[in-house]
């Protein structure tokens, strides 16, 4: 009875996780916390300082990644592969972790209810697309969205591919008469060659207005991207997503 269980959610899962990165969430438009991807592996065990060490140990690549890849038992994609096939994946995605990037640029002090710019820069990943997001704090768990904090996005983000060109592909899918502030933007048609050191890549400028209440406030942006494209993108692919924070930054707001 069991096994006709998992076999059963198995079959509804499946398709979900095809969503997941490297081919992003182009049906999610909308705003979210870096929580919602709970299968990704996290890029540093030091975005996970709440979690039990086990747990936070299970969160990262060389665990929830590789040790699927290695896993010798079914249902994972892997079993079939040699070791040198597991080894290859393996190593290709510590090679893309290690050229992964992200920043956010912003002013270190604001008045209340002032409009700031904040820039972002991401770089990394296999595409063909990536997400960026604006966050309270560089946490796994228990990041929430910079609006939670009492920022308020002003306008839609301005958003350019690797080619330095505008793009509104995902921000179009927003249906008819919804704000378009988001404060998650995922980018997409991103090449990638790694032999020509080809990656995904974005600039994502967002208006913000400042909290109302003095005081300082943290930021920090998350990059979401992929290290393999297969055709076997069922659940136990999806640890091969990363969640990649960049440093957190410290806003001071002051009395207008």
């Known amino acids: 009875?069991?096994?006709?269980?998992?076999?059963?959610?198995?079959?509804?899962?499946?398709?979900?996780?095809?969503?997941?990165?490297?081919?992003?969430?182009?049906?999610?438009?909308?705003?979210?916390?870096?929580?919602?991807a709970s299968c990704h592996s996290a890029a540093k065990i030091e975005y996970m300082p709440e979690a039990p060490a086990d747990l936070a140990r299970n969160e990262v690549p060389e665990t929830k990644h590789y040790g699927a890849v290695r896993a010798q038992t079914p249902p994972s994609p892997y079993v079939e592969l040699s070791s040198k096939q597991r080894e290859e994946i393996i190593r290709v995605a510590k090679l893309i972790d290690s050229k992964s990037s992200i920043s956010v640029l912003a002013p270190a002090r604001a008045k209340a209810g002032q409009e700031v710019t904040v820039t972002v820069r991401a770089r990394g990943g296999n595409g063909p697309a990536i997400g960026v997001m604006l966050v309270d704090r560089a946490l796994r768990f228990q990041a929430r969205p910079i609006s939670s904090s009492g920022w308020f996005v002003s306008g839609a983000p301005?958003?350019?591919?690797?080619?330095?060109?505008?793009?509104?592909?995902?921000?179009?899918?927003r249906a008819n008469g919804l704000?378009?502030?988001?404060?998650?933007?995922?980018?997409?048609?991103?090449?990638?060659?790694l032999e020509k050191d080809i990656m995904p890549a974005a600039t994502v400028t967002f208006r913000l207005k400042a909290p109302?209440?003095?005081g300082v406030y943290t930021m920090a942006a998350a990059l979401f991207y992929?290290?393999?494209?297969?055709?076997?993108a069922g659940f136990f692919q999806r640890p091969s997503g990363r969640i990649l924070f960049s440093e957190e930054l410290e806003i001071r707001v002051e009395n207008p």
Do not use: H
């Open 179 to 193: 704000a378009r502030n988001m404060s998650y933007i995922m980018i997409e048609e991103q090449p990638f060659d």
């Open 226 to 232: 992929g290290t393999e494209n297969t055709d076997k």
């Open 158 to 173: 301005e958003v350019k591919g690797q080619d330095n060109k505008a793009q509104t592909t995902w921000l179009d899918r």
């Open 1 to 36: 009875m069991k096994k006709t269980v998992f076999a059963a959610l198995f079959v509804i899962i499946a398709p979900a996780a095809a969503l997941a990165y490297p081919n992003g969430t182009p049906n999610y438009v909308t705003d979210t916390g870096p929580f919602c």
């Open 212 to 214: 109302s209440m003095p």
